[in-house]
């Protein structure tokens, strides 16, 4: 068996590499045994994966649809190297994939080939050419990219792709976009087609979605709302959905009131591809002309709603004007006084006016009993507010809920010494628009004027507990210079008992996870990037066991 060696400069003999003392032949998925012959001359690709692998197993579906688009030509061929614990894990998975293996009983074989081709995570796809050389140690990535079209995977051929793709986003369309090979129509959730012509000329959304996805699931909710205003003015939202299952697609579909691609649609994958999408939800506003307004218009539409029509810039930027000059005439009654409530409540059920708080410190405190970091924070605001409320009578919280039924808001307020918005306030859906809340918990601070203080007081709390009150911008820099003043002397780096593997070093970081206490920190850490391991100050060694 070859020794590792610079791969990437060498010429493979894939008989030598592939086979061992005992073995001179590959597996297929039937369990019969094939000779190196079958894949002389030919290009193979190297593939190392595993089903315990959630990416591998996300991975696995797209190579085996290029696999088949490419095998025909009778030169590709691609070999699976397991990286599985079990005989049963290789068998389900290898069952599952038309190409060639590595038997699984050949561990040593496996082993030394990842070392050959320095695989340092999984999926990871070689593929080298009919004599052996390595053409790419990206084939995941071309894979996921261009699919079958990356072949034969030499860097000519994807350099040719990629001036091909700027080519298309300059000649851009409505048309080049949604009309795929004879396909030139979309679909209603009503099962009606709708030609693709008829959305020329107006302002059109793409909306990546998959239905089972939670942040997918609220986010249509606002979009329907806004979709309803805007449907007579020249708009339309495409779906374009990543979902596996029709079922699943059918379910979500059927709850929007506007077109899609058809359900696994060839065209849903370049369009993935085609605008780089990383994130769910995504919205691609397309302008009348068929250009790409927007490339994600989310936190647009979560921020303006329908005042963001038609999504320009100009458009975007007389909002943004209009929301700053909105926030320095801010006062706290204008964020929580409406029409038909003046009032919050107290855990005994008393009203409590907006006008008894005014001049007040007050901290939105938004959460949910459901929410396992609101769960983990609350002790720990609970702690900060009696502390702080000992020194401040003029300091409270507010609790605005995201619990999904009455009995849940009540059973987390009762643990809760503050005020709150009643479980059916309307009120918590407008706050949660004005402060563009996405993830929970959310700790807001209001001065005494009314103005927004800071929107980070749960990190603040985190890091520095109730001494980062009144949360203002010179108070925290305060802190902020007291910390690194206290990191002088400070070991810059050291290693402790539990990772000794690697030295920490002593870095700024925005938020982690500690490794020690399992709870989350901010600002100076312990540190080693390459295990993501981190340690509080407070839960490192002492500086003489780190030295």
Known sequence: MAMPIDQESSLHDLTTVLSSKERDFLICGNGE?????????KNVGLYFSGLWCGPCRQFTPKLVEAYE???????????????????????EYFGKMPWLAVPFSDAEARKNLKQLFKVRAIPHLVILDGTGKVLSN??????????????????????????????????????SLLVYGSRDFLISNEENKISVSELEGKTVCLYFAMSTHRGCKNFTLKLAEVY?????????????????????????????PWLALPFKDKNCERLVRYFEHK????????????????????????????????F????????????????????LESILVTADRDFVISNGGLKVPVCKLVGNNIVLYFAASWSLPSREFLPKLVTAYQEIKKKDEKFEVIFISSDQDESSFNNFFSSMPWLALAFDDNRKALLSRRFNIVGIPVAIAIG??????????????????????????????????????????????????????????LIHQQVYLCSGCKEMGYGWAFFCKRCDYGLHPKCSPKQEEMN
């Not at 792709?161 to 298309?168: D, I, N, Q, S, V």
């Not at 009348?288 to 709603?305: F, H, M, R, S, W």
């Not at 909002?319 to 801010?330: R, T």
């Open 33 to 41: 045994q094939v000779t190196f012959s079958s894949i002389t001359g």
């Open 69 to 91: 688009d490419l095998y025909p030509k009778g030169d590709f061929e691609i070999v699976f190297i397991s990286s599985d614990k079990d005989d049963k894990s290789f068998n």
């Open 138 to 175: 990206e084939g995941v990535k071309f894979i996921k990219h261009f699919g079958s079209e990356a072949y034969p995977f030499t860097s000519e051929r994807i350099h040719y792709l990629r001036l091909e793709e700027e080519r298309a986003k300059e000649k851009q369309s409505l048309r």
């Open 228 to 256: 309803g205003k805007l449907k007579g003015k020249n708009f339309e939202i495409v779906l374009i959905s990543l979902d596996e299952k029709s079922e699943d697609f059918k379910e979500g579909f059927e709850v929007m």
């Open 279 to 310: 994130l769910l939800p995504q919205l691609v506003v397309i302008s009348p002309d068929g250009k790409t307004l927007q490339q994600n218009a989310v936190k647009i539409i979560e921020e303006y709603g329908d005042e963001a029509f038609p």
């Open 312 to 331: 320009t810039q100009e458009n975007l930027a007389s909002l943004a004007n209009l929301k700053k000059k909105k926030l320095e005439a801010q006062t």
């Open 448 to 505: 005494p004027s009314g103005c927004t203080v800071n929107t980070q007081v749960r990190q603040l709390l985190e890091t520095h507990g109730a001494g980062a009150y009144p949360f203002t911008e010179e108070h925290i820099k305060n802190l902020q210079q007291q910390l690194d003043n206290n990191t002088t002397g400070w070991p810059k780096k050291g290693r402790d008992e539990i990772h000794n593997e690697h030295e920490l070093a």
